[in-house]
T-cell receptor, first 114, second 112 residues
Framework: AQSVTQLDSHVSVSEGTPVLLRCNYS??????LFWYVQHPNKGLQLLLK??????LVKGINGFEAEFKKSETSFHLTKPSAHMSDAAEYFC????????????FGSGTQLTVLP | DVKVTQSSRYLVKRTGEKVFLECVQD?????MFWYRQDPGLGLRLIYF???????EKGDIPEGYSVSREKKERFSLILESASTNQTSMYLC???????????FGSGTRLTVV
């Protein structure tokens, strides 16, 4: 069984300040982990993924995430927020070696203030 | 780039109608998925298919069925639409295990 918890449903930051979106997962095996972003009226876009290689994963648009097995966390960070980062972000877990589905977190709405 | 195309962006249907949501991908992916997205619940898997004519139930299959007659097309069917099926529906595909998913832009269905 697997599950994923996004600890904040809404996060507000000022433009130019760091972004931290928190994600904890539960899995009985070594999972694959993803972050997806969804801008208003757009489809989901993959930001980055962790698949048991380097624990610090770099994604698109300056985002990165660190896999911490001891804390079962996969938090998403960005050093400096941009207005275009305002969107909904989903943390996702998937069992390895399986054609089955992803399990999505409930999402975090990121607001960037000018 | 892989494209996943959902035929309708917005749909309004009446209670009891039979509704077809179509999804087409252009990169010969084996796996295709249907999710619904509701505020505060994230995305929940309705059905998925790992090959032509193959289908498996996801977490919330009740009230839905699917069809995969051709590899590129995966249809979601609401046999008798109900108001609690008002939602955003997202289709996704991927080549196989270990590969990333590509999502369509979604269909926002309103059942009145």
């Amino acid at each position: 069984a697997q599950s994923v918890t996004q600890l904040d449903s809404h996060v507000s930051v000022s433009e130019g300040t760091p972004v931290l979106l928190r994600c904890n997962y539960s899995s009985s095996y070594s999972p694959s982990l993803f972050w997806y972003v969804q801008h208003p009226n757009k489809g989901l876009q993959l930001l980055l993924k962790y698949t048991s290689a380097a624990t610090l994963v770099k994604g698109i648009n300056g985002f990165e995430a660190e896999f911490k097995k001891s804390e079962t966390s996969f938090h998403l960070t960005k050093p400096s927020a941009h207005m275009s980062d305002a969107a909904e972000y989903f943390c996702v877990v998937s069992p390895p070696g399986s054609a089955r589905q992803l399990t999505f977190g409930s999402g975090t709405q990121l607001t960037v203030l000018p | 780039d892989v494209k996943v195309t959902q035929s309708s962006r917005y749909l309004v249907k009446r209670t009891g109608e039979k509704v077809f949501l179509e999804c087409v991908q252009d990169m010969d992916h084996e796996n295709m998925f249907w999710y619904r997205q509701d505020p505060g619940l994230g995305l929940r898997l309705i059905y998925f298919s790992y090959d032509v004519k193959m289908k498996e139930k996801g977490d919330i299959p009740e009230g839905y069925s699917v069809s995969r007659e051709k590899k590129e097309r995966f249809s979601l069917i609401l046999e008798s639409a109900s108001t609690n099926q008002t939602s955003m529906y997202l289709c996704a595909s991927r080549r196989g295990q270990g590969n990333g998913y590509t999502f369509g832009s979604g269909t926002r269905l309103t059942v009145v």
